[in-house]
Nanobody
Framework: QLQASGGGLVQAGGSLRLSCSAS????????MAWYRQAPGKQRELVAS???????NYTDSVKGRFTIARDNAQNTVSLQMNSLKLEDTAVYYC????????????WGQGTQVTVSS
């Protein structure tokens, strides 16, 4: 199971840090990621990170968000800076094994609201 935390209400330009912890050890083959879903929109990938630390970001957050992974603690975080109104969404952490589609886990989601 994945447990996400750290969401909240923040003014535009502010920062938030999301955290996600796993109840069990995360396999080295699993990619950890953050997704988000805004009202009326499809869930989209925000950022992902491999066991070795290779990262990938959607264009809209590049330079503002940073994903990090602590393999020893089985956690993944998302540091969000320079937040914009369009970053408002429910954020979900995800752990998946790209070689086994049954190994795909989601956290419960945490609300991030950016106000003007």
């Amino acid at each position: 199971q994945l447990q996400a935390s750290g969401g909240g209400l923040v003014q535009a330009g502010g920062s938030l840090r999301l955290s996600c912890s796993a109840s069990k050890r995360i396999s080295h083959t699993n990619i950890m990621a953050w997704y988000r879903q805004a009202p009326g929109k499809q869930r989209e990938l925000v950022a992902s990170i491999t066991y070795r630390g290779n990262t990938n970001y959607t264009d809209s957050v590049k330079g503002r968000f940073t994903i990090a992974r602590d393999n020893a603690q089985n956690t993944v975080s998302l540091q969000m800076n320079s937040l914009k109104l369009e970053d408002t969404a429910v954020y979900y952490c995800n752990s998946r094994n790209p070689y086994n589609s049954r190994n795909n886990y989601w956290g419960q989601g945490t609300q991030v609201t950016v106000s003007s």
